[in-house]
């Protein structure tokens, strides 16, 4: 690949622009593109993507080089799409499940609304932090019990999370620093002083719902699982044979509140630090040419912060979002040089269902937050999901028929 010019180089949202990147908001009208060769194509009937990875098509009249065999193969595949496009919903999808507190709740009713269509087979699945437990309970319900267990498992494991009343269970979803949350801390706080035995009811619930065993299955999704070393601060990514409680505790495991999670004389802090949730190596390991992003920590906050705790705040959502932007930046730079052939990725990003969610604490685990969290995931799948050819789905401003949303029953008195 050839390096590109520094002018090109204009900060992460002049990257996200130039990918095209679509989530539920509407997205503005794109430049109509030259056609690929001389003898103009059908229209393809498959929706647009968030970013439709494929390398620059040269004119019409342009010849590419002999040697370039590479690139006359991605644009044979790209005609050959363009005249029988791929058929929508897609028929296998690989998921990116970001982290970020009990916000991950909107991943919980994304991944809800999937698991109701049985024509879409799950490839591979990263995550960090919550995004992790998400990803590891999803794919052990599909192993154990078929979609429906999949979605009673997610259900199950959210209901406790909103029962539990002890310190660490406010934190066990991880992917924030307490000093931004809604909890007090006084000078003298140290990790691990609230869990000295490690008396961790996110262990708890981790052994008590996943079957490890059914992770490590042949043919269960692939699992990404990010955490951060703390001896380099490299990502690893741990993958289904490796997947143990402590394998997800290291993935959920904020250092100002939880102990460093050790693993085979390695020591490791939360996953949201390196990758959030992983995208290249997803895309690397995966069979599906369609990968779906669910974002759930904030990129946009119209405020200014002041206080201490509102700037730490702001900076969590800044940093959990750095790594995911340079990743799909990183795509599209590999795709210009003829790489990821077909490849497309959409985005979910809760914060274009939820008014003002950056200014929402991670750590809120009411069962009314909680259930809106879960109701706008499913919302934004759905409308995903039933998206027009050709078009970006209708936004919840445009649609005007209700949604059925599904409350697990244990919500249904208290959901907001």
């Known amino acids: 690949m050839q390096p590109k010019p520094a002018s090109s180089l204009s900060g992460a949202s002049a990257l996200l622009s130039a990918l095209n990147i679509w989530s539920s908001n509407p997205a503005p009208e794109p430049a109509q593109a030259k056609a690929p060769i001389a003898d103009a194509t059908p229209e393809p009937v498959s929706p647009e993507p968030v970013a439709?990875?494929?390398?620059?098509?040269?004119?019409?009249?342009?010849?590419?080089?002999?040697?370039?065999?590479?690139?006359?193969?991605?644009?044979?595949?790209?005609?050959?799409?363009?005249?029988?496009?791929?058929?929508?919903?897609?028929?296998?999808?690989?998921?990116?499940?970001?982290?970020?507190?009990?916000?991950?709740?909107?991943?919980?009713?994304?991944?809800?609304?999937?698991?109701?269509?049985?024509?879409?087979?799950?490839?591979?699945?990263?995550?960090?932090?919550?995004?992790?437990?998400?990803?590891?309970?999803?794919?052990?319900?599909?192993?154990?019990?078929?979609?429906?267990?999949?979605?009673?498992?997610?259900?199950?494991?959210?209901?406790?999370?909103?029962?539990?009343?002890?310190?660490?269970?406010?934190?066990?979803?991880?992917?924030?620093?307490?000093?931004?949350?809604?909890?007090?801390?006084g000078q003298t706080l140290q990790s691990g002083r609230f869990d000295p035995f490690d008396l961790d009811p996110l262990r708890r619930a981790l052994e008590k719902d996943?079957?490890?065993?059914?992770?490590?299955?042949?043919?269960?999704?692939?699992?990404?699982?990010?955490?951060?070393?703390?001896?380099?601060?490299?990502?690893?990514?741990?993958?289904?044979?490796?997947?143990?409680?402590?394998?997800?505790?290291?993935?959920?495991?904020?250092?100002?509140?939880?102990?460093?999670?050790?693993?085979?004389?390695e020591s490791y802090w939360d996953g949201g630090y390196g990758g959030n949730p992983p995208v290249v190596g997803l895309v690397q390991e995966s069979d599906a040419t369609d990968v779906l992003v669910v974002q759930v920590t904030p990129a946009r906050d119209n405020y200014v912060p002041i206080t201490s705790a509102a700037i730490d705040r702001r900076l969590d959502q800044i940093t959990a979002n750095a790594?995911?932007?340079?990743?799909?930046?990183?795509?599209?730079?590999?795709?210009?040089?003829?790489?990821?052939?077909?490849?497309?990725?959409f985005r979910l990003a809760a914060e274009d269902e939820i008014?003002?969610?950056?200014?929402?604490?991670?750590?809120?685990?009411?069962?009314?937050?909680?259930?809106?969290?879960?109701?706008?995931?499913?919302?934004?799948?759905?409308?995903?999901?039933?998206q027009t050819p050709n078009g970006s789905p209708p936004t919840s401003e445009t649609r005007k028929e209700p949604t059925a949303f599904w409350v697990p029953p244990s919500f249904a008195d208290t959901a907001a």
């Open 210 to 265: 996943i079957d490890f065993d059914a992770l490590r299955a042949s043919v269960c999704p692939r699992l990404l699982v990010a955490a951060t070393r703390i001896r380099d601060g490299g990502q690893k990514t741990f993958r289904n044979e490796e997947m143990t409680a402590d394998t997800l505790l290291a993935s959920t495991c904020p250092p100002l509140v939880h102990c460093a999670v050790e693993i085979d004389g």
């Open 355 to 386: 008014e003002g969610l950056a200014q929402r604490s991670a750590v809120d685990l009411g069962r009314g937050f909680i259930t809106q969290l879960h109701q706008s995931g499913y919302a934004a799948a759905d409308r995903w999901l039933r």
């Open 52 to 185: 439709a990875i494929a390398p620059s098509r040269p004119a019409a009249d342009a010849t590419p080089r002999a040697t370039d065999d590479k690139r006359v193969a991605v644009l044979r595949e790209n005609t050959v799409n363009a005249v029988h496009p791929r058929a929508w919903p897609p028929r296998k999808l690989s998921l990116a499940l970001q982290g970020g507190g009990s916000f991950g709740a909107f991943t919980w009713g994304a991944l809800d609304r999937l698991l109701e269509e049985p024509g879409i087979e799950f490839d591979a699945i990263s995550g960090a932090s919550v995004g992790a437990v998400n990803a590891a309970l999803v794919a052990c319900g599909l192993i154990v019990d078929g979609r429906e267990g999949a979605r009673k498992l997610l259900a199950r494991f959210w209901n406790r999370v909103t029962r539990e009343a002890s310190f660490r269970s406010l934190m066990l979803v991880g992917g924030f620093s307490p000093v931004g949350s809604s909890v007090a801390f």
């Open 323 to 345: 790594a995911l932007n340079a990743e799909i930046a990183g795509l599209e730079w590999a795709s210009r040089d003829g790489g990821a052939h077909g490849l497309r990725i």
